[in-house]
């Protein structure tokens, strides 16, 4: 048998990964988690700090830099690339006006 809170005398346990890793670190978060999950480490306090750390490295122009972008196009390969483009503008534009009615719609 499978258990999820049922106690030792199953020949297995289920764990929701998120509660026993500590990968959410909402205040409120300590009231939803299961009295039967053992916490085996504290990840969302460092998930948050490397989230906000991305996010002004991003909105500083920091990331990503030349050492992160190391495919580029050629002179010859931007000019055949943006010729692609302009032979389909008409068609991506109505498709995109479609879709965008239909989520207009939707709504």
């Not at 909402?26 to 989230?51: D, E």
């Not at 196009?73 to 008409?90: C, G, S, Y």
């Amino acid at each position: 048998t499978i258990g999820i809170g049922a106690g030792g005398h199953t020949s297995g346990q289920v764990l929701v990964y998120h509660d026993m890793l500590g990968m959410t670190s909402h205040p409120h978060h300590k009231q939803f988690v299961p009295k039967f999950c053992t916490r085996y480490g504290q990840l969302g306090h460092a998930i948050v700090k490397g989230l906000e750390e991305f996010k002004t490295d991003v909105e500083e122009g920091i990331f990503p830099g030349t050492e992160y972008s190391p495919y580029n196009m050629t002179e010859e390969e931007k000019v055949a690339f943006d010729a692609l483009l302009a032979k389909d503008e008409e068609e991506r534009q109505r498709i995109h006006d479609e879709t965008a009615a239909k989520l207009d719609d939707s709504d």
